[in-house]
């Protein structure tokens, strides 16, 4: 039996490395897809997500783990998009109250924006 082909995802969620496992076990044959996380991925140099759309950013993170790897690497982008905000803060939703605020803070700048 060969090898199962190795995915790296581009991330330090480990919440999203066991969904995206979930889905390799549920939707690939057995043993033949095996995702994992890229080791020491704090210590290698950051991508800034600065493109105006998560697909973007998911793409230039992938391309960015793979150069900086050489390994095969997935990544995924994702925030909140409010209509009644006219899509804030959508790719901004990680910065939204500043670049070190927690979720609590972030929760507080929507609830007071969307009044």
């Known amino acids: 039996m060969p090898a ?11 919440g999203k490395l066991r969904e995206y496992s979930a889905l390799a076990e549920k939707f690939s044959s ?14 290698l140099p950051p991508f800034s997500e600065n493109a105006p ?23 995924d982008d994702s925030g909140l ?8 803060p ?3 939703s990680a910065r939204y109250a500043g670049e070190h605020a ?3 803070e972030r929760i507080a700048k929507l609830l007071v924006e969307m009044r």
Do not use: C, D, M, W
């Open 53 to 75: 759309t998560f697909a973007e950013n998911a793409a230039g993170k992938a391309l960015h783990y793979n150069r900086v790897t050489h390994e095969a690497v997935f990544a």
């Open 102 to 104: 927690g979720n609590a």
């Open 30 to 43: 057995p043993q033949s897809l095996e995702i994992g996380a890229l080791s020491s991925f704090g210590a």
């Open 81 to 88: 998009v409010v209509p009644a905000l006219r899509g804030a």
């Open 4 to 14: 199962p082909a190795k995915l790296f995802l581009a991330s330090s969620n480990t």
């Open 90 to 92: 959508g790719v901004h």
